[in-house]
């Protein structure tokens, strides 16, 4: 069964750090672009962080833009989001799921869900 995993979440004070890992079970991540999105209480899911099958490129949206670095280890079959001077509002369930689409407008990106192969979350609190 084709699954992707979540973990690494937790509470953290403002300008804390977390790692968050997304490993799949069933399949190989290697030939897929990854993303990482984010859903708050009565918001709408969105997408923060994108890299390709290769690594070779990765998107963010302006929000976590200079905190946040997504990567991955083919050979773990694993994706991570660095999350650096975590602030209230990044306060959600986060989510990794396969090729994403990627939209630039003005020199800002958008990064949207395709395969809607969502796995459990995992919850980041930023609170003090």
């Known amino acids: 069964q084709v699954q992707l995993v979540e973990s690494g979440g937790g509470l953290v004070q403002p300008g804390g750090s977390l790692r968050l890992s997304c490993t799949a079970s069933g399949f190989t991540l290697d030939y897929y672009a990854i993303g990482w999105f984010r859903q708050a209480p009565g918001k709408e899911r969105e997408g923060v962080a994108c890299?390709?099958?290769?690594?070779?490129?990765?998107y963010y949206t302006d929000s976590v833009q200079g905190r946040f670095t997504i990567s991955r280890d083919n050979a773990k079959n694993t994706v991570y989001l660095q999350m650096n001077s975590l602030k209230p509002e990044d306060t959600a369930v986060y989510y990794c799921a396969t090729n994403p689409r990627i939209t630039a407008y003005n020199g800002s990106y958008k990064i949207h869900p395709v395969d809607n192969n969502w796995g459990q979350g995992t919850q980041v609190t930023v609170s003090s």
């Open positions: 890299i390709t099958s290769s690594g070779d490129s990765t």
